[in-house]
């Protein structure tokens, strides 16, 4: 029986302690619909992003990989070109690999602006980013194409940056969007949540989640319980891996 990382036609995710992902069962799931018996989906759970060299050595077939946490900006110096996009990014979640190398792409902005636009109020103006890792600097970039002012909320705040425990209810009343991009609340830890003020909260704030497992975390359980309006990472994610899937194709 063929391995699955052997078929001719081979795909993957990088990071750490990934068994719970997304990607696996949605492209799985996607070969499946369209009868792509050629083509395989794995995870590749790397202990640290040096592995990640000997893992392109031993899939001769991979055509591309998706990239998750701990890794979208240090597998940038193992590639050997960015897209425009990604390098003003900064993070890479999306690596297509060809006969000219490996060239790093972000769908995480695209995912995000999709997920989001539909379900914005006009008085959800301003935005608070939780969290300062790769995954945050792909969400600024949206929000600056959208003419959303922001800040970074940091628990080591640099230059413009709060810090969580300067957040209180005149922040929280001016920047009505908050979203976590830290992996705080991800499963099975599903009862953390970032240290924010949440007594603050009103049914005019809007939090976005980028966790997704659970469905509803313990950051959107307490916008939920204030009728605030809140959204998982799901709808970002399907948008992000039907343009990584139009990238591998492209």
Same mark, same amino acid.
């Given at each position: ?9 081979? $795909?993957?995710?990088?990071? %750490? ?11 799985? /799931? ?8 050629? +083509? ?8 640290? !992003? ?8 031993? +899939? ?25 996009? &990604?390098?003003?990014?900064? &993070?890479?979640?999306?690596? %297509? ?15 995000? /602006?999709?997920?989001?636009? #539909?379900?914005?109020?006009?008085? +959800? ?29 940091? %628990? ?5 940056? $709060? ?19 830290? #992996? ?7 009862? %953390? ?7 603050? !909260?009103?049914?005019? +704030? ?45």
């Amino acid at each position: 029986m063929e391995k699955e990382g052997n078929k001719q036609n081979s $795909f993957g995710l990088i990071g %750490r302690n990934i068994s719970y992902s997304f990607s696996m069962a949605y492209f799985s /799931k996607k070969f499946a619909a369209l009868q792509l018996k050629d +083509h395989s989906y794995e995870n590749f759970d790397l202990e640290k !992003i040096g592995d990640f060299e000997q893992l392109i050595k031993t +899939h001769p077939h991979l055509r591309g990989l998706n990239v998750t946490i701990p890794y979208k900006e240090a597998i940038i110096p193992y590639l050997d070109s960015l897209h425009p996009e &990604a390098d003003k990014i900064g &993070a890479v979640n999306t690596i %297509r690999v060809s006969k000219n190398g490996l060239m790093g792409y972000n769908t995480d902005a695209f995912g995000f /602006k999709k997920a989001l636009e #539909p379900l914005l109020k006009p008085y +959800h103006k301003k935005a608070l980013i939780l969290g300062t890792g790769g995954a945050s600097k792909a969400i600024a970039f949206s929000l600056e194409e959208m003419d959303i002012p922001f800040k970074f909320v940091s %628990r080591k705040p640099s230059g413009h940056q $709060f810090g969580y425990s300067q957040l209180n209810c005149a922040i929280l009343e001016e920047f009505t969007v908050l979203i976590n991009c830290t #992996p705080l609340g991800t499963f099975p830890a599903v009862a %953390r949540k970032p240290d924010i003020p949440y007594e603050c !909260i009103s049914p005019n +704030h809007f939090l976005f989640d980028l966790i997704y497992n659970p469905e509803k975390t313990a950051f959107l359980a307490e916008g939920f319980k204030r009728a605030s309006a809140v959204s998982n990472g799901l709808k970002m994610l399907e948008f992000q891996a039907e343009k990584a899937w139009e990238i591998w194709n492209s």
